[in-house]
Structure formats: structure tokens, C-alpha cells
């Protein structure tokens, strides 16, 4: 069993890392951002092998379902020029270096110092969902809610940006629909000659 | 049934070693597929026999006799002729997004659950998963509009990709409720929850929301926007033909049925008999039976409404359907606990 799991992992990891290449390295940003998308499904089908298969979900409903489809709806909507944006690419070179080269060893710090806790209790005998529910709710409520707060100051702060009193006209659904034959039709005798 | 299927794999593992895990897999996909093939296929001569029906028409009648041979002819069509790739379309992604349409509608069955040992992946987040592959569903749509390289197509499918998005968001909260009520993410346990009542009892308006929220999800009509063929000729699917063509429409088939049998699990009892005493029809005719009568109000609403404005249908599911499925699973929250019965 083991290994037929093995080299389902080998394939995922391997297509997550040649799709994340592709999105950076591709010309096309429609390209770039559908490599996006299975770069985020090759990583949901590494959380579905470890084991969480809450995470996974969670992972391709809102990343793929939501996130980039709005990175595809922009990308596809604007005209930008992406190979004007990237004439300057050699040019900071060296400063994207430095930055990845920076990034590269604070993850490795990380790994060095990272002892795995032991496992209190497998995907077996308690359902992961719940597990994850409990602790978020308890151990970890306050980190949780702070997150959602920042979520929502997040949304209030979009909605605050782009809504503008402009003066468009709109459409009043509700005195549509009341509209009836009776205040809408009226019937005119036309006498021959004279039109209405 | 259990004995001989565990008879079948031990035989096999001694047979093949590891190889046989990929083969089991495999036949055991190939079994669900093939009878969903067939309903889709014969969805679609039952739409037409139906809507013919209620529009005083015959329908198809002249392949085969009452017209059944008609999805068959329908195939070869479609199997034999060309696929055409518009001059300036994004050939790679143009083929890809029919693919992508197709396997999510498909591979969203794989957690299914038929009767409470007949079920493929037997996943304790099995309505997530749906969720999750369901909401996949939008790319082939949005990427099939782009790579067509027209404005039709491409008018279509930004229509579409908000709607489906949007309906999803109403989707989900619908689901909610049913899951607080279960304790439970498996559509196992959400039917075996509803063993005492149905969900559609406690649930109604919910039920309500959900199928027309499928209805939106899936493009059908009246919800249709995509391809509005007064505006937009065929929507994103204008510049498809042939096998390319036939997949979506297969996609939005299968989808159809999905809603449906989802609808049947999580608020008609999925595979309960009715009445208790009723208990010795097998459980799958009653679940077949559930999803049927779901899936003639599809077309039943299909014969019967006209199509619904753009601005109308976001206005519905915003600003009526996500309210009114958040304000429920608030009223079942407090119920549940006031009642004393929060499961888990």
C-alpha cells in the first residue's frame, strides 16, 4: 500500500514544482495563472495523502474556487503589458536574489530547529475535522478570531474604496415587479386621421 | 455482496501484488461511470420527450421505437464530426476546457454514496469534496470563453463565471444547516441522521434556496445566462463542435444529475424509505426514485419559466438567497441548542 502512495506523492510534488516554475517562467499571465491553479491542486492532493483531508478541501474551494478564479477574472479583463513590466526584470536581478537567497535560508533556520511534535491522535480514531474544530475553538480562539477580524476590516476597507456616490441610474426591482396592466396600459380611442 | 467483492480482492492481490491496487481502482470507476454515462445520455432524450410533452409536440420519436435510440444517434454525430479550432484561439487551453468541465462534474461522484455500503471513496468530508470539485467547474467555463478568442464566448463565460461563483456562496450556507444537524461532513452519516425526520421538514425554505441555487450552479434555465442565445449566440460554447461541444454538454448533464442526487441525500432522506413499513424496497430504488422527481423539476422549470435578467439573477443570490441561508443557520444554531440536541 505504501508504495503505491509513495509514488502518488512523487507525482504530486513533482507536478507542484514543475507548475510553480511554469507560473513565473511563462509568458502568457493566462498561462501562468491557470499553472497557479494546479500548482494549488497538486498541493491539495499532498494534504489529501497526509492525511487532512479537511485542509485539502478547504485548500481547492477557496483558493481554486475563489482566489484564482479572480486572478483569472482580472488578468483575462485587463490589457496589461506583461512584457513591459518584465523588460526591467534584469535589472533587479540582483535585488530578487538577495530577497530569495534571504527566504531560502530562513526556511532552512526553520527546518533545522523543527522537531515534529508526536502525533496525539491519528486521522483513525477521531475525524480530523473535529479535532481541527476543537482546537481552533479552545486552544487557539483568540489567534482565530483576530484572523477573522483582520478578514473582515479587509472587506469593510475593499467595499470603502470603490464605493462611490457616482449618479447612475438604477433599476427599482421592487416597483418593477408591483407595476401592473392596469397603471402601465391605458387604452386610447384613436379617432381616424387625427393619430394618438 | 461484501464477501464476494472481499473474495475478489484477496484473489486479485495474490494475482497481481501491488499492480492490482491502480486495477481494483480503475474497475471500480469504471462501475460507477458506465450507468452514469447512460443517465446522462438518456437525460437528455428525457428532457426532450418531457418538454415536448408539456408543449403539446411530439418530441423525438423517429430513431428506434418511442425515439429511445435518439441519444445513441446523437453520439455518432457528434463522435464523427469535425472539431473545429477557430483561427486566434489558444489551441492547448481550447481543448483543455471542455476536459476540465467534464472531469469535475465527474469526479465529483466519486464520494457519492448509493446505499450505505455501495460507495467509491468512503470519505468522512464527502460534502466538502463535492463542494470543492463542484466549485472547480467555473474554470472550464471561464478558460473555454478566453481561448476561443471571441467576444461572444468571451461575453458568456465572464457572465457565467460570476454566476456560478456567486450561487455557490448560497450553496455552501445551505449545506450548513444540514451538516450541523448530521454532527457530520460524510454523506453517510448525514443520511443515517435523518433517519427519524428528513431534513426537509425542519429545512424547507432551505431546500427551497438549494435547488434553485443548483439550478443557477448548473446554467440551467431560466438561469441560462451564459448562453442567452438571443445575445450572446451560444455563449461560450459558440466556436465548440463535435466531441469537444459534446463534453460540455455531458458536464452540465452529469452536473444536473449531481445537484440532484445531492438534494436527494441531504434533504430527502437519500436512500430511507418513506414510511417505515415500506423498508423492503431496497434502498437505492427509493434514492433513484428521489432523484428523479428532482431531476424532472429541472426540466419541469425548464418548460415553464422564461429566462431571468442578468442583474436580477446577482441580485437574488446576494441579496436574497445569502441572507436568508445565513439568518437559518443562525435559527438552527439556536434551536439545536435550546433543544439540547447539538450533535458531536
Redesign the interface.
Known amino acids: ?1 505504501s ?2 502512495a509513495d509514488v502518488v506523492f512523487y507525482l504530486f510534488a513533482a507536478v507542484l514544482l514543475i507548475a510553480a516554475t511554469r507560473v513565473i517562467s511563462v509568458r ?1 499571465p ?2 501562468a495563472a ?1 499553472f497557479l ?1 494546479l500548482t494549488f491542486f497538486s498541493a ?1 492532493g499532498l494534504f489529501v495523502l497526509l492525511g487532512a ?2 485542509l ?3 485548500l ?2 477557496v483558493y ?3 482566489v484564482a ?1 479572480l486572478f ?2 482580472v488578468v ?2 485587463l490589457d496589461v503589458d506583461f512584457a513591459a513590466l518584465r523588460r526591467g526584470a534584469r535589472r533587479h536581478l540582483p535585488l530578487g536574489l538577495v530577497i530569495g537567497a534571504t527566504i531560502l535560508v530562513e526556511m532552512g533556520a526553520l527546518l533545522l530547529a523543527y522537531h515534529p511534535a508526536t502525533p496525539t491522535a491519528t ?1 483513525e480514531e477521531v ?1 480530523n ?2 479535532t481541527l474544530g476543537r482546537l481552533l475553538y479552545t486552544r487557539y480562539l483568540y489567534p482565530f478570531e483576530i484572523a477573522s477580524l483582520v478578514l473582515l476590516l479587509a472587506l469593510v476597507g475593499a467595499i470603502v474604496l470603490t464605493l462611490r456616490q457616482r449618479r447612475v441610474r438604477r ?1 427599482c ?1 421592487s416597483l418593477q415587479v408591483a407595476r401592473t396592466s392596469a397603471e402601465a396600459v391605458t387604452l386610447k380611442k384613436v379617432a381616424p386621421g387625427e393619430g394618438a | 455482496m461484501a464477501e464476494f467483492l472481499a473474495s475478489i480482492q484477496g484473489s486479485g492481490q495474490e494475482l497481481l501484488g501491488v499492480a492490482w491496487i491502480p486495477l481494483w481502482t480503475v474497475i471500480k470507476i469504471a462501475v460507477l461511470l458506465a450507468p452514469l454515462m447512460f443517465c446522462v445520455t438518456y437525460l437528455t432524450w428525457a428532457e426532450r420527450r418531457i418538454i415536448g410533452a408539456m408543449q403539446v409536440r411530439p418530441g423525438p420519436n423517429r430513431v428506434g421505437i418511442f425515439g429511445l435510440l435518439q441519444p445513441l444517434a446523437d453520439a455518432v454525430k457528434l463522435f464523427v464530426k469535425e472539431t473545429l479550432i477557430p483561427t486566434g484561439a489558444d489551441v492547448p487551453v481550447f481543448l483543455l476546457a471542455p476536459l476540465i468541465t467534464l472531469g469535475a462534474a465527474l469526479v465529483a461522484w466519486a464520494v457519492v454514496p448509493f446505499s450505505a455500503e455501495l460507495i467509491l471513496a468512503d470519505v468522512n468530508i464527502g460534502i466538502l469534496y463535492v463542494l470543492a470539485i463542484s466549485s472547480l467547474g467555473v474554470y472550464g467555463v471561464l478558460v473555454s470563453g478566453w481561448a476561443s478568442n471571441s467576444r461572444y464566448a468571451f461575453l458568456g463565460s465572464m457572465r457565467s463565471a460570476a454566476q456560478m461563483v456567486s450561487y455557490e456562496v448560497a450553496l455552501g450556507f445551505t449545506i450548513i444547516p444540514v451538516i450541523m444537524l448530521a454532527g457530520s461532513l460524510s454523506l453517510k452519516d448525514i443520511v443515517a441522521a435523518q433517519s427519524d425526520m428528513w431534513n426537509i421538514i425542519p429545512l424547507l425554505p432551505l431546500f427551497v434556496i438549494y435547488f434553485i441555487s443548483g439550478v443557477a450552479e448548473t446554467n440551467r434555465a431560466p438561469f441560462d445566462m451564459v448562453e442567452a442565445e438571443a445575445e450572446l449566440v451560444a455563449g461560450f460554447a459558440t466556436d465548440y463542435s463535435a466531441m469537444a461541444y459534446g463534453m460540455f454538454f455531458l458536464g452540465e448533464y452529469a452536473n444536473m444529475i449531481l445537484v440532484s442526487t445531492l438534494g436527494a441525500l441531504m434533504f430527502l432522506g437519500g436512500w430511507l424509505p418513506p414510511l417505515a413499513f415500506l423498508g423492503f424496497i431496497p434502498g437505492i430504488v427509493w434514492l433513484i426514485i428521489k432523484i428523479g422527481v428532482l431531476l424532472f423539476f429541472f426540466l419541469w422549470i425548464r418548460a415553464t419559466f422564461p429566462r431571468y435578467r442578468y442583474d436580477q439573477l446577482m441580485r437574488l443570490g446576494w441579496k436574497v438567497f445569502l441572507p436568508l441561508s445565513l439568518f437559518w443557520i443562525g435559527v438552527t444554531g439556536v434551536v439545536l441548542h435550546l433543544t439540547g440536541r447539538v450533535p458531536g
Open positions: 500500500m508504495s503505491v502568457n493566462v498561462h491557470l491553479v491539495a483531508e479537511f485539502a478541501a478547504i481547492v474551494m481554486m474556487g475563489a478564479v483569472l477574472f483575462m479583463l486521522g475525524a475535522t473535529l433599476q426591482i
